[in-house]
Structure formats: C-alpha cells, structure tokens
C-alpha cells in the first residue's frame, strides 16, 4: 500500500536525532510491549511477520507519523488481540477478563526465552523454483500499486537496476501478509545508480541496492 | 470513538486504532488528538502508558496467555545480552583472522554462528566490506528490519522518519550529519533491508591498532560504524 511508512526520498522529516548512551528501552512500557508482542507472536495462531508489518502500515498515517516506535507496537498489538478475538476492547481498556471467558497456558515460559531468541526462523523456503533472473542482468522494478503489503518500495519503482546478488528463495510477502499463500520465490539484491532513482541531483558515485522479489521485476 | 461504529473493516480498524491511540496518549477515546501538537520525544509521552500497558499486561496474564517470568527474561536479554558487543566480536575476529574473514564474506550467517549468535532477524545475513573506496550504509525505509542477534535492538535514531527518508536520497548528507565527510571519489553504498535478509557493515580496521588484541579491537569497535554511519575510530569511540 502506498502508506507513509514507505519514507524512502522523502523530505521534511527534520534531523536526526542521535542520543549519546541510548538505553535499549526508554520506559518500562517499551520493553514490556515489546515482550508481549514476542510472546504473543510465539503463541502462533492467525499471524506471521508480513502480516505484524501489514498491521503498523495499515495504522491511520497521521497517528502513524505521531507515534513513538513503540506507541505503534502498543496500537499493532491491542488491534490484533481485539481482530484476532483473543480480547475485547472492554477488556483491554480494564484490564480485566470478562466473567467465564476461557484460561489458556502460556505458550512460552522464561525457560524457553534462551532457546526462542537464538532460534532461526526464517523465511527462506527450501523450494525447486527456478531463478527468472541471474547476476549481471538488468532490471525494472513493476511499476505496481497494490493496495496491500508490499515491500517494494514506491522510489524505486519503475526503475532500472542491475542484479548482483541472488539470495535463494523466500516467501513472498505480498500474498503471505493475507495468508493467501508463500509462493515461495527468488529474492536478489539489485543494485540502482542513485541517478537512476533521484536525477542528475544524486552523485553519480551514490549506488542503492534493494532486496526485491521476481514478482517485482521484469527485464529492463 | 463510540462503540457502537459500524462493524465494517475501515471501521473496525478505526475503533481499534482509536483505542490505541488513547492507550499511547494516556487519555479518553474521545479526546486522543487534544494532547497531540507537541514536539514529540521520550518527555512527551505521559507516564499513565506505564498504567495502561500494566493492565494490558494484567490481562494477557489473566487469561493464561503470558507468563510475566518470560516476559522478564525477554526484556533482560535484549538489555544485558543481545548487543552490539556480539557484532563487535565478529567485526574484531574478521579483522585479525584472515580465514575467518573468508568465511563471513562468503557465508555470513554460518560465519556469525560460529561466534554463538543466532536468532531472529538475523537468520540469513551479508556482510558489506567497507575499504577506502567504498563506504557501506545500512537502512529499512519501509519499517525497522536490523540484525537482532549480532547488534541487539535499534536505536530509535535508526527507527525515526528523518534517517528512514534521507538515507536512501541523501546518503552523503546523513553521514555528514552523524560527523563523517567522505570524500568525493568514495562509493557509497547504501542498502535498504526490504526483504528478510540482514546486513553489518565490516567497517575498516584503523591505522595503529596493529599491537592491539581482539578483545581490544572489539572494544573500538561501535554500533553505529556496524551500521554505516561512522568509521571505527582508535579513541572517542561511541556506541
């Protein structure tokens, strides 16, 4: 979706503001809704990375854009508890369950923090799907506008590029963040001249490379 | 928001919205935009969110879904454990072990793993060589991706809208602002993580650490030039 989390090229956003001595968590709010989503996710049921990233872009882009990194975490994490039917907003907001609703058992104890933390998890998918591009050859990002996930970026669609890596196979965000399915594909780093995206303004010593998937590309 | 808000997705997810962007401002549904046109930084959120997410906490507990000892630890291993103290070992262990350099350059992840760390968000990693010809920066413009088990959780600089927009279109400018002016005839290299692939930058080893040891090494070695945004300096590190 073409959401204000997709920054890249935008102006107006101010400096950067680089605090010396950062504590991992600011307030004990962060590290706590940091670990109820991790302990929430390890709960399993209707959810999956894609669909967690899906739920911050979806957040209303003026409240998107006020929030703190973890006040957006907070708003993702009450949404889908309410969507997914685990509480009710009544519940959330007292703190409370509702009389006679049903007791699970944590999925996750402290003694499989250590194991959960280190455990891969990844996407990649051990599929026999052939490569439609290879190292070396040029391509254009889709000039594509889906209303859903995406995670091809809008600054570099429509853009030319060249392939210099290919990463394997991976699930395919864009249908998994619906559970419509992996369709498990080629990912390659694909590397844009900084003029290509930006103008004659960019250095043209200035190079971007993103990690996009066959279904972004066509041949340039 | 009233409650009664037709059934439908948009609003749905409105209400739901709604209900945390009071339980982030610390206020009534109704009234969440009142207390908005502040400069927004860490002062500005009201304690009452430590209250809000405390019942929330409550609840998820009540109904059997967490169990607070798990939380407890999660939070303490990404304050105590998970760091970037790990990516500075492999930095240090890549710098004086030309074999293992090898190996990280070419399998970065099974590299990495050789030191210990593993996890999510850093389950297929690459490691980008900076030289004095090319510079390597790292951002996600569409969210946060960055790698947990080598460099632990982001700064909130890197998570922010300013670093996330610029990055990409103005590399040279955001280097500056972090204090580091590279020379024209530098590549600059900037790599936006939008898939689940990880990135640490090898930053290049300074001149006079000759005699230095690993461990002494690792101990130059700083997050923010793991990232991209500053060289690895012999003294003034910073984190």
Same mark, same amino acid.
């Given at each position: ?70 006040e957006r975490w907070a708003a993702r994490l009450v949404n889908q508890l309410i969507e ?29 923090? *250590?194991?959960?933390? &280190? /455990?891969?998890?990844?996407?990649? %998918?051990?599929? +026999? ?6 190292? @070396? ?8 506008? *889906?209303?859903?996930? &995406? /995670?091809?970026?809008?600054?570099? %669609?429509?853009? +030319? ?6 990463? @394997? ?16 594909q080629h990912v390659y780093s694909v590397r844009f001249a900084a003029r290509e995206l ?23 | ?161 300013p670093y996330r927009s610029r990055a990409v279109i103005d590399p040279r400018g955001v ?65």
């Amino acid at each position: 979706m073409n959401g204000v989390h997709d920054m890249g090229g935008m102006h107006g956003m101010g400096p950067i503001e680089h605090e010396k001595d950062e504590p991992v968590f600011h307030e004990w709010w962060e590290g706590r809704i940091y670990a109820l989503t991790r302990v929430v996710r390890a709960g399993g049921g209707r959810q999956n990375l894609d669909n967690s990233r899906y739920r911050l872009e979806r957040l209303p882009p003026a409240e998107y854009l006020r929030m703190s990194y973890y006040e957006r975490w907070a708003a993702r994490l009450v949404n889908q508890l309410i969507e997914n039917g685990v509480a009710t907003r009544e519940e959330i907001e007292s703190g409370t369950p509702a009389p006679g609703s049903p007791k699970a058992t944590p999925a996750l104890t402290a003694a499989m923090v *250590p194991d959960v933390v &280190t /455990r891969r998890n990844s996407t990649r %998918r051990d599929a +026999a799907v052939s490569p439609r591009f290879k190292v @070396g050859q040029r391509v254009r990002a889709r000039n594509i506008n *889906p209303t859903g996930h &995406t /995670r091809l970026p809008r600054y570099a %669609r429509g853009k +030319a590029g060249v392939v210099v890596r290919d990463h @394997g196979v991976f699930l395919f965000p864009d249908t998994n963040a619906e559970f419509l399915g992996e369709k498990p594909q080629h990912v390659y780093s694909v590397r844009f001249a900084a003029r290509e995206l930006w103008g004659a303004q960019a250095s043209s010593r200035d190079f971007i490379h993103l990690d996009l998937w066959d279904d972004y590309l066509d041949r340039a | 928001m009233a409650d009664d808000d037709p059934v439908g997705r948009r609003g749905f997810l409105k209400s739901a919205a709604a209900t945390a962007a009071s339980m982030a401002a610390g206020t009534n549904v109704g009234h969440a935009h009142e207390h908005h046109d502040h400069d927004h930084d860490h002062q500005a959120v009201p304690s009452d969110l430590n209250l809000r997410v405390k019942a929330l906490e409550s609840l998820l507990v009540e109904k059997g879904l967490v169990d607070r000892a798990a939380l407890d630890a999660i939070v303490d291993t990404y304050e105590t454990k998970i760091g970037p103290r790990n990516g500075a070992r492999v930095v240090a262990r890549a710098w004086v072990d030309p074999a293992y350099k090898k190996r990280l350059m070419t399998d970065a992840t099974a590299a990495i793993a050789e030191l210990g760390y593993t996890g999510g968000q850093g389950e297929d990693m690459v490691v980008l060589e900076n030289t004095p010809k090319i510079h390597n920066l790292v951002v996600c413009t569409l969210c946060s991706c960055y790698p947990w088990p080598i460099l632990g959780l982001p700064p909130v600089w890197y998570k922010s809208a300013p670093y996330r927009s610029r990055a990409v279109i103005d590399p040279r400018g955001v280097l500056r602002e972090f204090g580091l002016q590279l020379p024209d005839d530098v590549e600059v290299r900037v790599w936006d993580s939008t898939a689940e692939v990880r990135y640490l930058v090898l930053p290049e080893r300074p001149a006079g650490t000759e005699q230095m040891t690993e461990e002494q090494l690792a101990g130059l070695v700083t997050r923010d030039s793991m990232v991209g945004v500053a060289n690895v300096a012999v003294t003034g590190a910073t984190p």
